[in-house]
C-alpha cells in the first residue's frame, strides 16, 4: 500500500507540471490547471500524500527543471507569482484534511473552496512584495486582486466544480483511501 500512495504521489506532483503547461496567458499571470490537480491530489491522496505531491512539485521546479508555466529555478523565487506555487502546498493539505476521503459533494466543494482560500493568502501577499517592493511597481491592494485573483476567480469555481463531481468517482477505483479517512485526527 506504501508503494502505491508513493507511486500517486509522483504521479499528481507530474500532473500538476503537465497543468502548468496547459495555460492561457492571463495580466501578470497565466490560468492554468495547477490548482485542479492540486485539489484532485488532495481529495484523493489526502492532507500528507496530497501537500507532499506538490511539495515534490515546487521543489524540482526551484531546482531547475522547467515545471513552471515559465520555467523553473532559484530564480523563480523573484516572480510575482511564486508565492501560487508555495501555495499549492497548504492548499492540498487543507483540503485533504478537510475531505479526509470523503466522496460527498457537500464536503469536497467547501474543502476545496478553503484550499483555494489558502492559496490566495499566500499567494497575493506575495505578489505584492514582488510587485511592489522587489520591482516598484506601487500597486494598490485593489490593483493586485485584480493581478492576481478576481479574473481567476470563474475559472476556479468551474475547477472546483469539476473536482467536486469528478473525485466521488476516482476515489473507489485509485485504491487506497487518504490516512486521515482511516485515522480521524
Keep these: 500500500m506504501k ?6 504521489t509522483a504521479l499528481f506532483a507530474a500532473l500538476t507540471a503537465v497543468g502548468a503547461f496547459i495555460k492561457f496567458p492571463f495580466l501578470y499571470s497565466a490560468i492554468t490547471l495547477q490548482f485542479f490537480f492540486t485539489a484532485l491530489a488532495g481529495v484523493l491522496l489526502g492532507a500528507r500524500y496530497g501537500a507532499l505531491s506538490q511539495l515534490v512539485y ?3 521546479g526551484l531546482l531547475g527543471l522547467p515545471l513552471f508555466t515559465s520555467g523553473g529555478g532559484f ?5 510575482p507569482t511564486c ?4 501555495g499549492l502546498i497548504p492548499a492540498a493539505w487543507v483540503i485533504g484534511k478537510l475531505t479526509a476521503g470523503s466522496r460527498s459533494l457537500k464536503r469536497i466543494i467547501p474543502a476545496s473552496l478553503a484550499g483555494l482560500a489558502v492559496l490566495y493568502a499566500v499567494g ?3 505578489m505584492a512584495v514582488i510587485l511592489n517592493i522587489y520591482m516598484g511597481k ?3 491592494a485593489w490593483a493586485i486582486l485584480m493581478a ?13 466544480l469539476v473536482v467536486g463531481l469528478l473525485s466521488p468517482k476516482l476515489l473507489p477505483h485509485i485504491g487506497v483511501r487518504p490516512v ?3 485515522n480521524p485526527s
Design 124 to 126: 497575493l501577499p506575495y
Design 148 to 160: 492576481g485573483m478576481i479574473p481567476f476567480l470563474p475559472g476556479d469555481m468551474v475547477k472546483i
Design 138 to 140: 506601487g500597486m494598490s
Design 75 to 79: 530564480g523563480y523565487f523573484l516572480y
Design 58 to 60: 515546487v521543489a524540482l
Design 83 to 86: 508565492g501560487f506555487l508555495i
Design 3 to 8: 508503494t502505491k500512495i508513493l507511486i500517486l
Design 180 to 182: 486521515e479517512a482511516e
